[in-house]
């Protein structure tokens, strides 16, 4: 090839690159970045999707609670969670037994593709996932939960199951692991206890509290475990069903006369404290609950959270912000996904 044929091919792969979205270095995530970055307004976009969304399945609320959550923990917000398998990247962090359940996808797509009619490779998945969280939340606690989201993140380009594996918190850990798992992200003990308060919501496995259907009735309402719990979990190991986190969503005439211990939904808000209460009563789903009664560091912010609802809506949100604040590792780079299941090349 001549030298003048290589600089063609060279100019003409760099106009092409240009034009496509750059992978770039993320940036500080800024409140209101969307505002004059598209045709239609991002957060109402988002808004609306969601609010769709729940109002045919409630129980999306809580999935993409969750959803957020794990994105954030494994890589920073990147949307690193929503990558698909494929054939060079066989098991991303969705693949992940840390992962069960996961679930919201759907919803993401949807969001995704009403911001791509309204101004195309502009929003990123991570935004997205932050956006979403948040108006999920808001919904399913009647308003008690609301805060503005900084955005601007860029999508990741890594996702590792052994990622996942290593950097989310196991249901059967005690205190100390959780409080370090915590402190890895720079959360402290109160704000292990803050989050875990989302466990208000949604449902589990019953491989995922297995081992509570043999623990000691110090630890678990034996009620609750032998004739609530095992039953829902009957038929077996291999069968796996889901059972709900809230004694409160769960069917009354199963529950008997536990329904005393019910904390009713206060306007509606399912979101909300119950998860304390549900907890002092020995009537959580997982060890790991469980688990944050049992030191002294974590026991009194479940009292305190137990006794102000007001308080833990305030606290919940400032620390779903934080959360929203974990970025990429030092050294990545990000781009701007075309669709929230893939990388751009
Ligand atoms: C403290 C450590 C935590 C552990 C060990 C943990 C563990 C789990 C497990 C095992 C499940 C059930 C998955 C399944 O079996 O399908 C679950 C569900 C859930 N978790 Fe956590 N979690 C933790 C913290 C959090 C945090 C910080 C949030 C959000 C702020 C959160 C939000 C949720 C939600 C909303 C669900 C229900 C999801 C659905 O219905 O699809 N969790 N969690
Ligand atoms: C807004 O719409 C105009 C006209 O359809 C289009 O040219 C422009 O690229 C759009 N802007 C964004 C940010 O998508
Ligand atoms: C609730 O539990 C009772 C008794 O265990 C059962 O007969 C009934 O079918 C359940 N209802 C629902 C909606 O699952
Ligand atoms: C619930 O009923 C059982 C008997 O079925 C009884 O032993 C227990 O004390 C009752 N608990 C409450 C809170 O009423
Ligand atoms: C909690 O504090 C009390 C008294 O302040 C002490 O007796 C107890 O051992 C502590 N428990 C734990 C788990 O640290
Ligand atoms: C609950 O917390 C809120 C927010 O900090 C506070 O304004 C309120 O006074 C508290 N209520 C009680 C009963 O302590």
């Known amino acids: 090839m001549k030298v003048s044929a290589v600089v063609l091919v060279l100019g003409a792969f760099q106009a092409a690159a240009a034009a496509m979205v750059q992978a770039t270095a993320p940036r500080t995530p800024t409140v209101g970045y969307y505002n ?73 797509d949807a969001i995704k593709a009403n911001l791509e009619s309204a101004c195309p490779s502009t929003v990123s998945c991570a935004d997205i996932l932050a956006f979403a969280a948040r108006d999920a939340s808001r919904y399913l606690s009647n308003g008690g939960i609301d805060y503005a989201v900084p955005a601007g993140r860029l999508d990741g380009v890594v996702s590792s199951a052994t990622d996942a594996e290593n950097n989310l918190p196991g249901s059967t850990f005690d205190v100390a692991k959780l409080i370090s798992n915590f402190a890895a992200k720079g959360f402290t003990p109160e704000e292990l206890v803050i989050l875990s308060g989302a466990h208000s919501i949604g449902r589990a496995h019953c491989s995922s509290f297995r081992d509570r259907l043999s623990a000691p009735s110090g630890e678990i309402n034996p009620y609750f475990r032998d004739n609530v719990l095992a039953k829902d979990c009957g038929a077996g190991p291999a069968a796996d069903p889901t059972v709900e986190n809230n004694i409160r969503d769960q069917n009354a005439t199963a529950l008997g006369n536990l329904t005393s211990y019910v904390v009713p939904a206060s306007g509606g808000a399912s979101l909300d404290n119950s998860y304390y209460i549900n907890n002092l009563n020995n009537l959580v789903l997982f060890h790991s609950d469980w688990a944050i009664v049992g030191s002294n560091a974590t026991m009194r912010h479940v009292h305190e959270y137990a006794d102000n609802g007001t308080l833990w809506n305030l606290d919940f949100a400032d620390a779903l912000v934080k959360l929203s604040k974990l970025a990429m590792p030092p050294g990545s780079t990000g781009e701007i996904r075309k669709t929230c299941r893939a990388t751009n090349y």
């Open 36 to 108: 004059d970055k598209c045709n239609g307004s991002v957060e109402g976009i988002v808004r609306d999707t969601v609010k769709a969304a729940l109002n045919a399945d409630i129980t999306k609320g809580a999935a993409l609670v969750r959803l957020f959550f794990h994105d954030c923990f494994v890589r920073g917000c990147d949307g690193s969670v929503l990558l698909d398998p494929t054939y060079a990247n066989p098991y991303p962090e969705k693949t992940s037994g840390a992962n069960i359940g996961l679930r919201g996808f759907d919803v993401i």
